[in-house]
């Protein structure tokens, strides 16, 4: 086998005898001349197949070789042109002369042009095996990879350790119609909403730990923001003071993102709507109330009695905190406590609301988190007013029996931060094999979306 | 809020007043003198209470703190006598003088011992929020982030892409009893055993991928090696001439992991039976049908018919190599093709048998992988053979009737790999949350459990 040559390292091996292996990306005839794009891991070439410089078998061959079919190909490298340069491509300066040409892998005609931005959802989804081969949503995925590499490197750095966190989980405890129940041998589980407790046992353990992983959800809702199965990037960490701990923490954390981004994926970035989120030293914070107030004052609806914002009022604050504060970000804080999740840390100066916050991205809320109840009394007391069993939670409870120091964490979802990142409308999109209420790849598949 | 310091970082800090938090690992009554190690996120800390050093209420507090409750510490580093230092802890040269004293969370009296070793498993699971604070379990766990953390970095190295899989799957396919059913809205779907179709499809998109993620088997065996939920360490690959080339990625992938253990946690290693594996240039290699006939000649056992190996000719074998070959590892490869999946990839010049192998290490399989089948065509062809509707594997097929390179790849499952590494008889005990045909936390756990 000759060792072979990835296009973006052809640049540096003009003169050279290479191989190169890939994906057919483009083929243009011009008279007894044939161009093709020669698609990588690492980027895309162009090679040219001029039949007096082939063996006569390869001249045969490239003949038949359409798009996606997948060669292995000999030959030297070559400057261009000074015209034929493309300075826009990586291997713009260069092309293959291709000598030998063996089929690695044949491909039937596709059914669509993988560039056309024009495709729908229903038939991108239908097609993903193929659609995510477009230029585009490599670039997107890839961006998607560096998101969670610089989550993870950012909490490493922060003395976070990474846990294995189950998915299949108990029957009872929280409950609730949005969960999904699996058959478990001879009895009945449930998929894991998200991480939470084991999170939270974990401090115990490790003081700071963080998770990726899928999260599921029940929920009836079709919607460009909901999916039935998320990548959660959760973290969860002790010995805080309160929630602005995790806010400052989770400010941070997006601020080292964003630069792992600048400096591993600044051309994906390109292909798509990417404009850099304003994030400043401090991301604004409102309580919900305020939020409120300020929407009554500014619009004159009034729903400061409201238990949470409507995704409308959402993307009115994004766009109020973009224009005052110069920031894409902003913070809600204080829900009320009969809203969220009992392991909700109340304000001890107004115990009917929290200290939760939601995080909203360009009006899209990407996080949830806050302070937890660290007390085991407390607790308790808090399963009981929210009408669950102590006891179907005794697991999770030995935690804060034996010793927990006061905690909180959040939880980011990995495809509405990206699709917020890149101007991506439907959250689907963003998601490498998304699960919706009629969905799962080709199954369940819904009559509207293949017409 | 007063600036913490970390037990480790104390050590530079002699003289000094500093804030220590964490945990009460040990207590020590010297008469009116007590000593606390507190235990942090870093490591641990003597501190010692001197009554005459400390504010009054900090006298009151001390007299009551226990194992396990959760402390702020204000006090000054001072050295430790020459004949009080203790050269094996990182910070065994210095200890905190306590001044002030103040409780952040009490902990009930434990119900065991943290550091007994002679608990049985059972009782080790029903109290893992507690036990797995023990210094053998926080270093197990570190050592297993660590293992995943070192599978990424050599990967990412080589031009892999990560992923994130889904792991609701569809109700048809493959199927078989091992198959956990979930309740999807108003269908039927299935848990994934592996990532194995999804990665398949991302070798057509990015050549070269993995991912880390949870893998569900309903089997019902209870036994040392099963469990019910795993993590799985995937990757896979295209370009490929067969199956050797994914046997000597995972040779030079196990060779990284080894060298990352022992530049990160090498003092963890030590607290565990960790010998370094023996890993030559090369894994030596069998065909199941050698093995076979090298157990007739040397045991007189009679299995040169079987489609598999049995645990304890495995266990035979792990021996074997490692007396002969001085490997700690040994792959077998070519087994029957009516035994494996249906992407398996043939020997062409033995049809009946695969292009695929495992990986026993230290007697114990931790390690399926192959070449896949990428033409279209024989895939198609295969599933017929195996019973198999093509028309449930359509989203699946598209990858293979668009071009497809050679390509193969494998999965390792974590907990085995870490519990064969530090010599773990049980695998649920490399496991941070064991689920298994009797447990999920504290629920189904059976009686025999609960002596």
């Known amino acids: 086998m000759s060792v072979r040559t990835l296009s973006v390292e052809a640049v540096s091996k003009v003169g050279a005898e290479v191989t190169i292996k890939g994906w057919v990306n483009a083929r243009r005839n011009m008279g007894k001349i044939v161009f093709l794009d020669i698609r990588d891991r690492a980027g895309t070439i162009q090679t040219v197949g001029v039949p007096s410089q082939m063996t006569p078998e390869s001249v045969e061959r490239l003949k038949e070789v359409r798009l996606e079919w997948v060669l ?9 042109g000074a015209k034929q340069k493309n300075p826009n491509s990586p291997t713009g300066a260069v092309e293959l002369l291709i000598k030998e040409l063996k ?22 989804l239908d097609y993903l095996p193929i659609t995510l081969r477009s230029e585009k949503y490599r670039a997107l995925f890839k961006i998607q990879a560096e998101i969670v590499r ?7 750095a922060q003395g976070f350790t990474e846990i294995q966190a189950p998915k299949i ?6 409950g609730g119609a949005d969960v999904f129940e699996v058959k478990y041998l001879k009895n009945k589980a449930t998929l894991a909403q998200s991480p939470q407790f084991y999170k939270q046992i974990m401090v115990g353990v490790f003081e ?22 998320f990548t959660g990037l959760d973290l969860e960490f002790g010995m805080i003071e309160d929630h602005h701990d995790v806010m400052n923490l989770e400010t941070e954390l997006l601020r080292h993102i964003l630069n792992h981004l600048d400096k591993t994926v600044s051309s994906e970035l390109k292909l798509w709507s990417y404009i850099r989120p304003e994030l400043p030293e401090k991301i604004p914070y409102f309580k919900l ?7 009554k004052k500014e619009t004159g609806v009034d729903h400061t009695n409201e238990p949470d914002l409507e995704p409308g009022e959402e993307k009115w604050l994004g766009n109020y905190v973009q224009e005052k504060h110069h920031s894409d970000f902003v913070f809600i804080t204080h829900y009320p406590t009969a809203k969220r999740p009992m392991y909700t840390y109340p ?21 949830s988190g806050g302070q937890r ?17 102590p006891e179907d939670f005794k697991f999770y409870l030995e935690s804060f029996q034996y010793g927990m120091p006061p905690e909180g964490g959040l939880g980011l979802g990995l495809e509405r931060l990206t699709a917020r990142l890149l101007g991506v409308d439907n959250v689907k999109e963003a998601t490498l094999f998304p699960r919706d209420l009629n969905r799962i790849d080709l199954q369940l598949s819904p009559p509207e979306y293949k017409q």
């Open 150 to 156: 610089g989550f993870r490197d950012y909490l490493n």
């Open 72 to 80: 292995e190909l000999k030959g030297a490298v070559q400057e261009r």
């Open 373 to 389: 109840f660290n007390d085991y009394n407390q607790l308790v007391q808090s399963m009981k007013n929210k009408g669950l069993n």
């Open 103 to 124: 089929v690695l892998a044949k491909a039937e005609p596709l059914p669509l042009d993988l560039e056309d931005e024009k495709i729908g959802l229903g038939i991108h």
């Open 169 to 174: 989980v108990a029957a009872a405890a929280e």
């Open 347 to 367: 304000d001890e100066a107004d115990p009917e609301f929290t200290k939760s916050f939601d995080l909203l991205f360009r009006g899209v809320e990407i996080t």
């Open 289 to 295: 109330r305020e939020v409120q107030e300020l929407i």
């Open 208 to 229: 700071r730990v963080f998770a990726v992983g899928n999260c599921f959800r029940a929920e009836q809702h079709a919607t460009t923001r909901h999916l039935n199965e």
